[in-house]
């Protein structure tokens, strides 16, 4: 019995490393981008932190909120943001990190990275947890772990910033015409953040 257990904590101590290490793989580091955010990388974050996304699987309701950030990822460039949400705070879906990158690198037409998991900042195995949804603190944040750009405009501000994070609704061009960031959805302070979600009781089939 005592060897039993012993090789079941060996077994289930394999499987997470495993499961962790697959994972890993799609983390974005300095090592595959130099990753610098504006102030809309900010709000974008904290769009997905705060669960609000224009929502690219459902056509009858695209402005989603109040749901659970699971995976969030940014372009190479790191000016296109991408996230998926679930329903509860639990594991929602199966290769959630692999659709999460695949899907975004369509939107941007260019390399992704996983930047965050749930409100981990994973990027760099930072493991950061982010607890404040305030937008000056969590500029303060982004510019200590070095990958804050000093270029950035200062449009936003911490009076202001829950008029962007809060959109319901924009006008932006449903093509990804990446020429035009200021008309894209992940790219624009003006629109919103785009993203999937998992459907309630399946985790693996209804995702587009």
């Known amino acids: 019995m005592k060897r039993f257990i012993i090789g079941l904590v060996i ?38 932190l705060d669960g609000r996304f224009f929502s690219e699987n459902n056509i009858i309701d695209r ?17 296109i943001a991408y996230g998926w949400f679930c329903y509860n705070d639990n594991d929602c879906g199966e290769f959630l990190p692999y659709k999460t990158v695949e899907f975004c690198k369509e939107y941007a037409g260019q390399n992704c990275y996983i930047f965050a998991i ?23 944040l982004i510019k200590k ?16 910033y829950k008029k962007y994070v809060l959109l319901d609704d924009d006008g932006c061009n449903k093509k990804k015409d990446h020429k035009d960031l200021g008309n894209l959805r992940g790219a624009s302070l003006f629109c919103m953040l785009p ?12 995702w587009y």
């Open 11 to 48: 077994l289930i101590s394999i499987s997470c490393t495993t499961s962790f290490s697959g994972i890993s793989q799609y983390f974005g580091s300095s090592k595959t981008s130099n990753l610098k955010l504006d102030e809309t990388g900010v709000v974008n974050f904290l769009r997905y």
């Open 195 to 206: 993203g999937r979600y998992q459907f309630p009781n399946n985790k693996s089939s209804r």
């Open 118 to 140: 749930k409100n981990k900042i994973v990027w760099d195995n930072l493991n950061i947890v982010v607890t404040e949804k305030s937008f000056s603190k969590n500029v303060e």
């Open 145 to 160: 772990l070095n990958l804050y750009n000093p270029n950035s405009k200062n449009v936003v501000n911490e009076e202001n």
């Open 63 to 79: 402005s989603a909120k109040g749901l659970y950030p699971s995976f969030y990822a940014i372009s190479h460039d790191g000016k």
